[in-house]
Nanobody, 121 residues
Framework: QVQLVESGGGLVQPGGSLRLSCAASGSIFSINDMRWYRQAPGKERELVAT???????NYADSVKGRFTISRDNAKNTVYLQMNSLKPEDTAAYYC???????????????WGQGTQVTVSS
């Protein structure tokens, strides 16, 4: 069984910063891409950032230059550093990872439970 657990959300003022973490645990052989998504009330889930197993990154245009995705492969953890936060960044943030379980040959598309980020004065 594989589990993703996010942490680090909260309430922050516009212009502030937050760092989200997402740790994968369980019977993990390897992890390919790791991603952060977000979903605001009444809107579709949006891909925010992706990082490959080798560290290549991609970002949504709306967060380029403000957010940084990184990962610690030894800890099976992905991070999202969010700077210069805006009210429109308010959403539930979800991590997603492509995981190969131990003893298996297929990828498991795993999701965390989400963490709320609210940007408001």
């Amino acid at each position: 069984q594989v589990q993703l657990v996010e942490s680090g959300g909260g309430l922050v003022q516009p212009g502030g910063s937050l760092r989200l973490s997402c740790a994968a645990s369980g019977s993990i052989f390897s992890i390919n891409d790791m991603r952060w998504y977000r979903q605001a009330p009444g809107k579709e889930r949006e891909l925010v950032a992706t990082i490959s197993s080798l560290g290549s990154t991609n970002y949504a245009d709306s967060v380029k230059g403000r957010f940084t995705i990184s990962r610690d492969n030894a800890k099976n953890t992905v991070y999202l550093q969010m700077n210069s936060l805006k009210p429109e960044d308010t959403a539930a943030y979800y991590c997603n990872a492509e995981i190969t379980p131990v003893g298996k040959r297929w990828l498991l598309n795993s999701w965390g439970q989400g963490t709320q980020v609210t940007v408001s004065s």
